[in-house]
């Protein structure tokens, strides 16, 4: 057997080598050429980590941590092969999971060591806590709403945001009695209940649409409540990975409220204060022009520049592989398709690259919203799949629009603008789309994925005659 | 356990700032396995769960570490396993001729 001291130096040694691999491992996520070396390296990292923590020297009983890893495994395979349109819920899941973790751990920590737990390590003892048990309901939260096992309708009622943030002061007042009274052992199970109270409070008034910013926000909150327990158990790694964790929610986030226009206090108070249902408003009964496939298909056959605009009804009805046989028919005809995807379409940050990644569609046709608003102009079909608020020039134009000054595809720019929409219900944020009255506006009525198929009959009948 | 606390603030703040450089620069194309990537990174926090419920100092600690490593366990495998699903479908037109 080792020394203790030669294990605890080979235990310091895996976790530097684990350091810069994660640290690669990040850096090599810039580019899809690279991004699965980057796994790699994080799966290697993780992987000696791990082995060199089982080398130390205070471990007594392995049994129970074979038993925990088995366990851990086992739920860890199928909610790594879930189905793509089911990711957005599966990542709250697994931020819950990591948030449970922390939590777990942070609440042992404090149990071993009081009543004598120093100033600093209570300190951050209860920003983890107070942090990891908030964001284990809240993903919680998320997931259900995304699973819709929960209505995802926002809730709302007078006086939320005072009674949600009250419940957070006071378990952070609480926390800081126990900084000052370590000794107070009877006050620790507050600083775990009311933020879990608060999680569920802070997910409740939270509709489809913010739930990009929301996860973001969770995943950085999960990042943050991982380098706390770094800081009690003195782990730099752990103080590294949650840092890089938390840093990358953070950016998420901030893209996700810009894409929003949302200001960035509203971003970290949980997307607070969205009075989204009273701008429903009454239902109007102005005239739309609709269409049937076939005159869809003829269209699309005689344009030159196509640009599809998917959103989460394209993920609803899972039609991202009717789209991409939509996407070879056109193509096959000399037709120039491209994607145009805004930051926020979808339930998290980049849920519609990884649908049409899914459908295999070449990444290189997916183009970011500046860019594919560069475009437009010179667009002859702009085709709507399920996306509703990213496309509505009140954004650009109507200062009294709830969504006024937030960045838009300018798909009203283009020659013609196709919408595939189940109905004229408004959208998820419950405005009116003036988009939808254009006259150069064809409604395309009907289920997205059935519709893209009828399209692509036609077209491909069409092409043999 | 002596707590260095002003070197892991140092620490704290360079991963930070380096989180921040590295991550900028992730195209939004990758976003979502970004977040599932960071997500198993993040459930490093294991060695900790695995040092405390291995030192089994207390009943109370054994039954929470354990969980705490099934919880952190779940989002290595899970979360390293959908990466690289993900991944593995981007894929460029050039070399697939339509």
């Not at chain 1, 950085?220 to 590294?240: E, P, Q, T």
Request: proline residues 4%.
């Amino acid at each position: 057997m080792m020394s203790e001291f030669a294990s605890t130096q080979l235990i310091e040694v895996t976790y530097l080598i684990a350091t810069a691999l994660f640290i690669l491992s990040l850096k090599w996520m810039s580019s899809p050429a690279t991004a699965r070396r980057g796994v790699w390296a994080g799966e290697l990292g993780m992987l000696l980590a791990v082995a060199g923590t089982l080398l130390h020297h205070g471990i007594v009983d392995y049994k129970w941590l074979a038993a925990a890893l088995v366990l851990g495994t086992i739920i860890g395979v199928p909610l790594g092969k879930v189905a793509m349109t089911a990711v957005p819920q599966r990542t709250a899941l697994s931020h819950a999971f990591g948030a449970l973790c922390v939590t777990l751990v942070g609440t042992a920590e404090f149990y071993l060591r009081a009543p004598s737990v120093p100033p600093f390590m209570m300190a951050v003892l209860g920003m983890e806590v107070i942090l990891g048990s908030l964001t284990f309901t809240g993903s919680l939260m998320a997931a259900g709403k995304l699973q819709e096992v929960l209505p995802q309708r926002p809730i709302t009622y007078k006086g939320q945001n005072v009674v949600n943030l009250a419940v957070l002061a006071i378990a952070v007042i609480v926390a800081a009695i126990l900084v000052l009274h370590p000794e107070r052992v009877y006050l620790y199970p507050l600083i775990v209940i009311l933020p879990l109270i608060f999680g569920v409070l802070m997910i409740i008034p939270i509709g489809g649409a913010d739930m990009p910013t929301v996860i973001s926000l969770l995943n950085s909150y999960a990042g943050l409540s991982a380098a706390a327990m770094g800081f009690v158990l003195d782990n730099k790694l752990l103080i590294i990975a949650g840092a890089l964790d938390g840093a990358s929610g953070f950016i998420l986030s901030v893209n996700m409220s810009k894409a929003m226009n949302r200001s960035f206090s509203n971003v970290l108070f949980g997307a607070f204060g969205q009075d989204q249902a009273s701008a429903a408003g009454g239902a109007e009964t102005r005239p739309v022009r609709s269409a049937s496939a076939e005159e869809a298909a003829s269209i699309l056959g005689a344009a030159n520049k196509v640009v599809i605009v998917p959103g989460y009804g394209m993920a609803v009805s899972q039609a991202q592989h009717k789209v991409r046989e939509l996407y070879d028919v056109l193509t096959k005809r000399g037709v120039d398709v491209r994607f145009g995807i805004h930051p926020v379409a979808g339930r998290m940050p980049g849920h519609m690259n990884v649908l049409l990644a899914e459908a295999d569609i070449p990444y290189d046709k997916l183009m970011e919203m500046d860019d594919a608003n560069g475009d437009f102009a010179q667009t002859d079909v702009a085709l709507v799949i399920g996306a509703n608020d990213v496309t509505n020039p009140a954004a650009r134009t109507d200062a009294s629009s709830p969504i006024y000054g937030m960045p838009i595809l300018d798909v009203d720019k283009a020659r013609t603008v196709m919408v595939i929409k189940r109905g004229m219900s408004a959208g998820f944020a419950g405005i009116d789309n003036p988009l939808y009255y254009s006259d150069k506006t064809l409604m395309l009525f009907g289920d997205a994925k059935s519709f893209v198929g009828s399209i692509v009959r036609e077209l491909s009948g069409g092409a043999g005659h | 356990m002596k707590l260095d606390l002003l070197t892991s603030l140092y620490v704290f703040m360079l991963a930070g700032f380096i989180g921040f450089e590295v991550i900028r620069r992730v195209s939004p194309l990758l976003h979502t396995p970004l977040m599932s990537l960071t997500n198993a990174l993040d459930a490093i926090a294991v060695v900790g769960a695995i040092i405390l419920a291995g030192e089994h100092k207390t009943n109370f600690s054994t039954i929470l570490g354990t969980i705490a490593i099934v919880a952190a366990t779940s989002n290595i495998v899970g979360g390293f396993l959908i990466t690289d699903r993900m991944l593995k479908m981007f894929k460029v037109s050039g070399p697939k001729k339509s």
